[in-house]
């Protein structure tokens, strides 16, 4: 290593590990400012008690990782928190969605890798709610 | 900065830099793994019309940041996404938080800044609809 490229090495570095003290630094709320579209789909299965249906459609939500809109996915299942009255334990699977903007969005509607997810997965689903959220 | 020294920085630097390679070449799915339970929230408000009590909500919505469990959170309201049947756009603040695993769930919700937020803002609504989500 050259003396330039060792220096050139530590400032990078050193960038680096600024970088990664700030982020530890920053408790919460970072999400929102990196992704600031949020797209959140519950599916009901029609057979709501098959592990099956609801593994297949897990499987299923997964491919929508490849848009290219997609920054990043969550797929989820009811989680084993207390029953109250206000929280809906009735779904089966859960697609969190981030996206940089709204054009983003529209994007994954109309992508292809959607459109086979709704022409093969879409037999297992009964019910879709959609929230559309725009963070603030 | 003695040999010794060099040695053990440039390790880290060269571990924080594949550390970002590798991150950079996984397109999503990173938040999934990072906080594996998600909690969201909808309100209604009581009076919908009402950018006011909508804009207070959301201030207090955001206190909620303080708790130490609370990794991540995103305050929402409804995004400008095409109107289709499946997507529900009558509710007027979204709440969605990340924690590391069901306990820390749990400490959100007894904790005495959420119980000040409830005492302080659950006037301005008039529904809400919790969903508690495990990544798969």
Known sequence: MSNTDRRK???TAAALAVGTTAAAAIPSNNM???YPIVHHVFFWLKNPDSKEDRDKLVEGVKTLAKIETV???QVGIVADTEKRDVVDKSWAVSELLFFNDLKGQAVYQDHPVHQEFIKNYSHLW???VVYDIANV
Chains 1, 2 share one sequence.
């Open 9 to 11: 090495f530590l400032g």
């Open 32 to 34: 929102a400012k990196k």
């Open 71 to 73: 920054k990043d996915i």
């Open 126 to 128: 009964d019910k879709v």
